[in-house]
């Protein structure tokens, strides 16, 4: 099995800063790759999938990149309603696989 | 609107049985793979299984496999998670999502979650 790897685990950025995100397969997982984001009490919500595409109502804020082994999520700007847990989730090989997850918080 | 809703939160006994639900509408219920996701308290998000309403055929992440049983009634467009005995280990929010396409796909839309909870 695919074994995906987030890191860090917890990133502290204030409020209009950039946040990277990086997400690391075991085994290359080509463009297959997804990014959620979890509020606390609420069901992830799908932000990237094919690697780099925004799923509809994304904000552009949002981008995704890499391909393979390696990627990253970037939130350009924060914005007090991004403070979030973030999972990567490879669906190249069975069974789909989810990192365990980033925590944003506000610094 | 894609909508799937989950039945509501469980407390039961170890050993006890349970079935929990899922039940989607908005979108041809028959079309498209529904997985189930466990996230533990305090824990990520873990792939369990998926389902194709339209004709049963199940498939199960090894670590799940023997553990839980999947199914759908397609006739009502639900989708069940079922344990035969539950264990304390157990005790976590169960997500049914859709899939996007195919077995290999992420998931568009979510089930707002089971909370499960296992205790003697």
């Known amino acids: 099995e695919i074994v995906m790897t987030q890191s860090p685990a917890t990133l502290s950025v204030s409020p209009g800063e950039r946040a990277t995100l990086s997400c690391r397969a075991s085994?290359?997982?080509?463009?297959?790759l997804a990014w959620y984001q979890q509020k606390p009490g609420q069901a992830p919500r799908l932000l990237i999938y094919g690697a780099s595409t925004r799923a509809t109502g994304i904000p552009a804020r949002f981008s995704g990149s890499g391909s393979g082994t390696e990627f990253t999520l970037t939130i350009s700007s924060l914005q007090s309603e991004d403070f979030a847990v973030y999972y990567c989730q490879q669906y190249n090989n069975w069974p789909g696989a989810f990192g365990q997850g980033t925590k944003v918080e506000i610094k | 609107e894609v909508q799937l809703v989950q039945s509501g939160a469980e407390v039961k006994k170890p050993g006890e049985s349970l079935k929990i639900s899922c039940k989607g509408s908005g979108y041809s219920f028959t079309s498209y793979w529904i997985g189930w996701v466990r996230q533990m308290p305090g824990k990520g998000l873990e792939w369990m299984g998926i389902i194709y309403p339209g004709d049963s055929d199940t498939r199960y992440s090894p670590s799940f496999q023997g553990q839980v049983t999947i199914s759908a009634d397609k006739s009502i467009s639900t989708a069940y998670l079922q344990w035969s005995s539950l264990k304390a280990s157990d005790t976590a929010m169960y997500y049914c999502a859709r899939l996007v396409t195919g077995t290999m796909a992420y998931f568009d839309y979510w089930g707002q979650g089971t909370l499960v909870t296992v205790s003697s």
């Open positions: 085994q290359s997982v080509s463009s297959n």
